[in-house]
C-alpha cells in the first residue's frame, strides 16, 4: 500500500501529528492574552480527547465551537490559576531571599510541594470543563482526585514539562521547533490520559447506577 494514501496507517498517524500541533499552536496563541488560556486550553483538550476517542474530529470546526461555549466559566478558573502561580511566586521569592535556617528550608519544601499539587490539579481543570457540566467547584473537587489517583502520571506530564523547559535553555537554536512541539506533546499525553480516566470513571458509575437499579 502507497504510504501516501489517505487510508494508509503512516497518512492517520501523520494527519495525528500535524491535528495535535495545530491544537499546540491554538493553545498556545491563546495563552499570550492571559484570560483566554483558559478556554484555549480547554478546546483544545476537548479535541485531543475527541482525537483519542476516534472521533476523527476536523480540528477547526471542534475548537472553535468549545472555545466559546467554555469561554465564560474557564474565565474565573483561568484567573485561579494565575493567582496561585503568583502567590507561590512571591512566596518563592521572600524565602530565597531568607538566611538558609531550618525553617526557611522546610518552606521551601512546602512552597515546591504546594506548587506540585497545584499543577497537578490544574492538568485536569481544564479536561474536565472541556467533558463535563459541572459548577466550577465540582471541577476542582474532581480535578484534586486525579491528581492524586493518577500521581505517577502526573508526574511524568510535569517531567516533560520541564524538559522542554530546559531544551529550550540547553539547545537555543531549535526553540522555535519545542516551543511549537511541547504543547502538542503535552496536549496528545493528557489527551490520553484524561481520555482514559474519564472513560474509566465513568463505566464505574454505570456499574454502581446498574447495581442501585437491581437493589
Known sequence: ??????????????GTVFDYAKLGLLALLLCLPVITAGAGITAAMCVGMKIVRGEAPVVSRSFWPSFRENFKQSVPLTLLCVALYALLGMDWWYVMQQESTLVMRIARAGIFIAAALGSMMILYIFPLLA???LTNRQIIRNAAVYAIVNFPKNLLAIA????GIWLMDWAIALLPVIV???????????SVVCASSFAKSEAREGEEDANDETL
Open 180 to 190: 511549537l512541539a511541547l504543547p502538542a506533546v503535552l496536549i496528545r499525553y493528557m
Open 1 to 14: 500500500m502507497n504510504i501516501f494514501d489517505p487510508d494508509s496507517k503512516f497518512s492517520q498517524i501523520m
Open 160 to 163: 516533560i514539562f520541564l524538559l
Open 131 to 133: 467533558r463535563y457540566r
